[in-house]
């Protein structure tokens, strides 16, 4: 069971073609590539849609890396840059290429993004895989341009052509304007048919064109896995992406691979690149369905160690790993054609990386069930969820995946669960995940489990008649930077910092304040809202019948991290009080700033994976590990050898004789 590295090579067939496969055995050797992924008709080199010749140019550039490759021990791969087309960037179809084109829920046309439902582009894009395909690659990829949102200069993306129209109109049984559609689309409000009919029409849409180009490459080389490249899971949502139907179609009845998107091209503060990590990658590995091998993007844009340091190149492999990938798609140098530049150093940290992640594939510990928080998501969420404005397609990306990356940088360990109706758990809701279930599956699930709440699932609560599931009665939304709220101070029996009236700030928050008028004589208020001169505004977080914890803010970026104002030390030793009376057998961290805890039940027992996303180094960290009883602890540090390590247990504290550096791991085994 190897870890593969796969190597994405861009250059420019007669230009910079042959400087480059002469270097390329060495760099596959330094680097420990196993898989050499060419690229066709790329970025700053894409002419559009390709005829003929112009593939033939690209498919005997990847007959001659693959021959290149073969003799380095490596294998070939083959990804065009193109389906649907990422945007016009000034260019337009030319003669012959009679595409439909893309039209915007504004009307606007685009000069080159064609509509998925032309008939002639898909007998095209078919032809083009399969000339592809005759090359034999080990893996062929549909570039993430397949897809109807982000499609440059549209707004949003599209598709509402006439032939979109003429089927939209045809599933409500009558005529539909463009504007009339969009509007009930993006109705506030309980969702309008129009709403079904769109996602249903983009979700049937992607599948067909998926199995079609699939069955072009399997009639030539059935040998060759098709892969499909992803983008972010809430806008996914809004197109009604399933991956499930999709992938089996591409994939011929078994699903393909994916490349799972990380979420950072240019680095970024670790910690915070760890929550995006886990808002974006980790919840659409979730939403795959069971056996889909995954082989997530590395991406360096814009290029060189001017963009991403060799550090954080490690550090994005290691914390990967919690993906159980099968690989990695390594886009380190740029796509205009420049090639390898072996320069930079990358060959460095990939190739003493390596061993690493293979041990980690081989253990299975990352294929084993994941234990922690709940958290609930749902691939389907756009089809429920009610828009505000009702004015852009963003409107429908769910806010569900927020409340694991608040989770993972307190050190508290977490999964992303589309089961809708877990029993015995902590669960975490946030945004308007609940509309998905009935009424009595919601009062089901409040039955069986212990919940951790945002603001505007307990909005969501109220609006469906749901509130004495939580003592609530009305809310009250404020901008935290409006100055109704302006800070959050302890309740008197509530000790934090090691003090009393410790307090955590709420201006310049990023997220909304919900103001929640609770019953009360079924909720402890475990802070309060106030606002200048100490005025009280309301509760804060909020336990209610000790079975539900409240959490005042909501409503923020779905594309973004949590705010940063919400992550402090203050909230994260509330948090760890309440889950740690709630399931005291959770293993957790303690005391750390983004160390990120995984764990995991395998069939040798308790394996947990920590990820430093700090700066700092952690000095012996301590783990919960409640009534666990340990006699060994065996650890696997990526910046170590592999081996026993001391500890010392005491009232249910875990502390372990060893350091993770910053941005580095460890995989820990207990007996």
Not at 231 to 241: Q, T
Not at 254 to 264: G, I, K, M, T, Y
Request: proline share 7%; hydrophobic share 45%; aromatic share 8%.
């Amino acid at each position: 069971m190897s870890y593969l590295y796969s190597l994405r090579f861009c250059v420019d067939p007669g230009f910079t073609d042959a400087a480059s496969l002469a270097a390329l055995p060495e760099f596959i050797r330094s680097a420990a590539i196993d898989d050499v992924m060419v690229f066709a008709n790329v970025e700053e080199l894409n002419t559009g849609h390709t005829d003929a010749s112009e593939r033939a140019v690209f498919a005997d550039l990847a007959r001659r890396t693959a021959a290149v490759a073969a003799g380095a021990g490596a294998s070939m791969s083959l990804n065009p840059w193109h389906t649907i087309m990422h945007g016009d960037y000034g260019k337009r179809l030319r003669p012959g290429q009679d595409f439909r084109l893309m039209v915007d829920p504004n009307g606007r046309t685009a000069d080159l993004a064609v509509c998925p439902l032309d008939p002639a582009w898909l007998d095209y894009l078919c032809e083009l895989y399969a000339d592809y395909a005759r090359t034999h690659p080990r893996l062929l990829w549909l570039e993430d341009d397949f897809r109807y949102h982000n499609h440059w200069p549209l707004e949003w993306g599209g598709c509402f052509c006439a032939a979109h129209l003429a089927e939209f109109s045809r599933r409500a049984g009558r005529t539909v304007g463009r504007e009339e559609f969009v509007a009930g689309l993006l109705a506030p409000g309980e969702p309008h048919e129009f709403r079904g009919i769109w996602l249903d029409t983009a979700a049937e849409t992607l599948e067909r064109v998926a199995a079609a180009v699939g069955d072009a490459v399997r009639a030539v080389s059935p040998e060759t896995t098709m892969g499909l490249m992803s983008s972010v899971p809430a806008v996914h949502a809004a197109e009604g992406r399933r991956w499930g139907p999709l992938l089996r179609a591409l994939g011929g009845g078994e699903p393909a691979a994916v490349r799972l998107h990380l979420p950072s091209y240019v680095e970024r503060r670790p910690a915070e690149y760890l929550m995006l990590l886990h808002s974006v990658a980790d919840l659409n590995r979730a939403l795959l369905p069971p056996g889909t091998a995954v082989y997530p993007e590395l991406e360096n844009f814009p290029y060189s160690r001017f963009s991403t340091s060799l550090a954080f190149t490690r550090f994005q492999l290691l914390s990967a790993q919690i993906l159980d990938p099968a690989g990695m798609t390594i886009d380190l140098f740029d796509l205009n054609g420049n090639g390898l530049v072996p320069e930079e150093g990358y060959q460095v940290p990939l190739a003493q990386t390596k061993a690493f992640l293979e041990r980690g594939r081989e253990s299975g510990v990352f294929g084993s069930r994941r234990r922690g928080v709940a958290v609930l998501v749902s691939e389907a969420s756009a089809v429920t969820l009610h828009t505000g404005a009702g004015r852009s397609m963003s409107e429908l990306y769910p806010r569900e995946g927020w409340l694991g990356a608040l989770l993972g940088g307190y050190g508290i360990p977490f999964r992303y669960e589309t089961d809708s109706h877990p029993r015995g758990e902590v669960i975490a809701v946030s945004g308007q995940y609940l509309r998905n279930l009935t009424e009595t599956a919601v009062r089901r699930l409040f039955a069986d489990n212990r919940a951790i709440l945002d603001a505007e699932a307990v909005a969501t609560l109220i609006e469906r008649g749901l509130g004495d599931l939580v003592g609530a009665r009305g809310i009250t939304w404020t901008d935290s930077e409006a100055g109704a709220v302006t800070y959050e101070e302890a309740s008197p029996d509530v000790r934090l910092l090691g003090r009393d009236s410790a307090r955590a700030s709420v201006l310049l928050m990023g997220a909304d304040v919900g103001v929640v008028d609770y019953e009360p004589d079924r909720v402890t208020a475990l802070t309060r809202l106030r606002a200048a001169a100490h005025r009280d505004a309301g509760p804060g977080h909020v336990l209610v019948e000790d079975r539900v914890l409240v959490i005042p803010f909501g409503r923020a970026d779905p594309l973004a991290p949590p705010p940063p104002m919400l992550r402090t030390t203050v909230r994260q030793q509330l948090l760890h009080g309440v889950i740690r009376e709630w399931a005291p057998d959770l293993p957790s961290a303690v005391g750390t700033a983004d160390l990120a805890v995984y764990a995991f039940d395998t069939v040798d027992g308790l394996a947990l994976y920590l990820v430093n996303g700090s700066l700092d180094a952690i000095d012996r960290p301590r783990l919960r590990l409640g009534s666990r009883a340990v006699s060994a602890v065996w650890a696997d540090p990526s910046s170590g050898v592999p081996g026993p390590v001391e500890f010392a247990s005491r009232d249910g504290l875990c502390t372990l004789e060893l350091s993770i550096p910053p941005m580095e791991t460890v995989l820990l085994r207990f007996s």
